[in-house]
């Protein structure tokens, strides 16, 4: 789907946040547009709880930037209140968050992901609606998040899917479904590559890597984008930063190169948990 590896900017914690302003939004977007992001990745849940549109109004405004720019965005989940959330994968909600999706970016979707697979009722309903859209031209290209094995392969007996995306980083190493796809042909996006906002310091989960970040003067999070971006081809990290200088660093890892000792830390580092690359 996309023409180039790369990092994408995950715009969910910008808005969901508390204490999240659009001003903060804006500046760090605007700064992961310009330093080269591949693309942004949104969604119908990513709202305020008077506003539904918030996350997709934010990544289209960011796409002025950069005319062009792909923006990934979900259905079939929504903000139902302050803490709530309800999943929804009836052929009604994916048209109509489809229709809003397309009306907020003024454009047809670029990639449609049913946000839940894991938790709609009707699974292959649910692709089969996505696939409908697709062939109608509202949407580029569609695909699942949080899909085990089990389910990629139940929605690819209705349509071929385009792309999938996991939970895939430093914080949970299953590495299964990004294989899976690898074998089919299908574009893998890893959300919260270093472990999300929760997960314990990342230089504690990568020693070897934070020891040659310190020893190089540079992040830990940049010298793992660069070598996860390296050696699983055909994955997309999806960060998300929320301040500009994190972005920044994180971003520029897509033009730095590898070397072998780093490459050696991170897969050591990712061994010594019992995860083979
Ligand atoms: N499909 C789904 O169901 C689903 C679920 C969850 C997330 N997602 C997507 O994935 C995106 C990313 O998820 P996430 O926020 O959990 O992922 P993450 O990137 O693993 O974690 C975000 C944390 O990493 C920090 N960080 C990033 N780059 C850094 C750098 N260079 N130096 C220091 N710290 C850095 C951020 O710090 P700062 O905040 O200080 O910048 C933030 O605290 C979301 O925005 C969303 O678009 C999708």
């Known amino acids: 789907m996309l023409d180039r590896p790369g990092i994408v900017l995950g ?4 808005v969901l946040n508390e204490g999240a302003t659009d001003e903060n939004a804006r500046e760090v977007i605007a700064a992961a547009v310009d330093e080269g992001v591949v693309a942004l990745d949104t969604a119908r849940a ?6 539904d549109g918030v996350g997709e109004r934010l990544a289209a405004e960011g796409r ?27 052929v009604e909600r994916i048209r109509s968050d489809a229709a809003r999706s397309v009306e907020l970016l ?3 979707v670029d990639l449609l992901l049913l946000h ?11 692709v089969a609606t996505l696939a409908a859209l697709r062939d109608e031209g509202l949407v580029r290209a569609i695909g699942l998040s949080n899909a085990s094995v089990e389910l990629i392969d139940r929605a690819l007996a209705v349509a071929p899917i385009d792309a999938v995306q996991n939970r895939l980083g430093l914080g949970v190493d299953s590495f299964a479904e990004y294989r899976h796809c690898r074998e089919a042909g299908i574009d893998f996006f890893g959300y919260a590559p270093f472990g999300g906002p929760r997960a314990a310091p990342l230089a504690t989960r990568v020693p070897h890597v ?3 970040a310190t020893q190089r003067g540079t992040s830990v999070h940049r010298l793992v984008l660069e070598v996860m971006l390296a050696v699983l081809p055909g994955y997309w990290p999806v960060i ?3 301040r ?4 920044r660093d994180a971003v520029a890892a897509m033009s730095e190169p590898i070397d072998d000792e780093l490459r050696d830390a991170l897969l050591g580092d990712l061994e010594s948990r019992g995860v083979a690359v």
């Open 210 to 212: 934070a020891a040659l």
């Open 11 to 14: 715009i969910a914690a910008l």
């Open 116 to 126: 839940r697979a894991d938790r709609v009722d009707d699974l292959e309903q649910s």
């Open 46 to 51: 990513y709202a305020r709880i008077d506003d």
């Open 106 to 108: 003024g454009a047809p």
């Open 244 to 247: 500009v200088e994190s972005v």
């Open 64 to 90: 002025e930037r950069r005319p062009g720019l792909p923006i990934i965005t979900k259905a079939g989940h929504y903000r139902a209140g302050a803490s709530a959330w309800h999943s929804d994968g009836s």
């Open 240 to 242: 998300g930063s929320t």
